[in-house]
């Protein structure tokens, strides 16, 4: 390809780009070429390169054999997997798995290998080819690149779904010990987790508070794993599940746990599902939030991003703490302490309003 006429000359004025442009050109081109990477590690969580390594380094042509896949290109996704400093290859020409490469391995403690294949799937990854025109538009165009909102997306493509929820429970392992240690569940008899998933955090709160009961309340297709996590841990008559949808109405309860439930919705619905909540609630009833809250401050660009990811997927939002002040006075609730976490997120404690 020749050179375009003028590039540089638009760059700094005249000949070459110098000093800081030139860094400012590889810092770019990093963030412009960041989707390969992506696509790299869903690729190797796909083919369960780590997984095939798991008991030793092998070829590529040993991991081809095992995976049906074609050798050649298998060495070629393995080497840039090197590269990422995923893999390791010796003098042999055999690889092994690094230990940030371990994290894609399926079932163990820490594994980011759902959220890879999530990540990478058409769920994702169309819906944000679509991002300038949902900032357009307004809203996400999710429907415009799935056929269908994202949760129906999931509940048409199930095993995609699985790897959603699957690495949406992964990621909230970290918080779980941080939730147990701010929230205090002393003198409450019923905690509903809404929108609970496999309701990793009820369960955490449980084993914390032997005299806490718990009950997870999301759609009638997820609870059933809540309660078959439950189950093997022996909780018994402690712990609940109850099927149904949160823009309809929620359970009876004395605390209400929402994690990463309000970032998905827009204003209305966020409304909406507080609302629900409000009516249900037993008198000196709480509700705690645990969102990641806009500071506006030097750690900022994860939640910035995240906050685009709500926006092209889910049609969503990340919020400062005067958006979620509006959205809890409109729902009969107000902000009584927000309890910081040594993570990204934090614990609102909403009471009801007099």
Not at 178 to 199: C, F, K, P, Q
Not at 239 to 252: A, I, L, N, R, Y
Not at 334 to 343: E, F, L, W, Y
């Amino acid at each position: 390809m020749g050179e375009i006429a003028g590039t540089h000359g638009n760059l700094h004025g005249a000949g070459e780009p110098q000093g800081d442009t030139v860094a400012a050109i590889g810092t770019l081109m990093n963030m412009i070429q960041s989707f390969m990477v992506t696509q790299v590690v869903h690729a190797a969580a796909d083919l369960r390169l780590a997984d095939h390594l798991s008991d030793g380094a092998r070829t590529a042509e040993e991991v081809a054999s095992l995976e049906s896949s074609h050798p050649a290109t298998t060495y070629r996704l393995m080497r840039a997997c090197v590269a990422l400093g995923l893999l390791a290859q010796d003098a042999d020409g055999r690889f092994s798995a690094t230990p940030m490469g371990q994290l894609l391995r399926s079932g163990v403690a820490g594994s980011l290998r759902d959220m890879a294949l999530t990540v990478g799937a058409p769920g994702f990854w169309q819906p944000w080819g679509r991002l300038a025109d949902a900032v357009r538009k307004g809203e996400t165009q999710s429907e415009a690149a799935l056929g269908m909102k994202i949760f129906d997306y999931y509940t048409a493509n199930p095993a995609e779904g699985a790897a959603f929820v699957s690495g949406m429970s992964a990621l909230t392992a970290p918080v779980l010990n941080e939730a147990v240690r701010v929230i205090d569940t002393t003198g409450t008899s019923l905690a509903v987790d809404v929108g609970a998933g496999n309701g990793n955090l009820i369960r955490s709160l449980m084993r914390a508070n032997p005299q806490l009961r718990g009950l997870v309340f999301d759609l009638p297709r997820v609870v059933e794993a809540a309660r078959q996590e439950a189950e093997m841990e022996g909780f018994g008559d402690r712990f609940s599940v109850q099927g149904g949808d949160f823009f309809d109405s929620v359970p009876e309860a004395d605390l209400y746990l929402m994690k990463s439930i309000l970032h998905d919705w827009d204003d209305d619905s966020c409304v909406r599902i507080l609302q629900n909540c409000r009516k249900a609630a037993r008198p000196d009833a709480r509700l705690l939030v645990i969102e990641t809250v806009i500071l506006h401050n030097e750690s900022f660009l994860p939640t910035a991003l995240m906050d685009m990811n709500m926006l092209a997927v889910a049609n969503g939002q990340e919020r400062d703490l005067v958006e979620y002040d509006a959205l809890f006075a409109a729902a009969g609730w107000k902000r009584v302490a927000v309890h910081s976490m040594n993570d990204p997120h934090s614990v609102i404690e909403l009471r009801i309003v007099d």
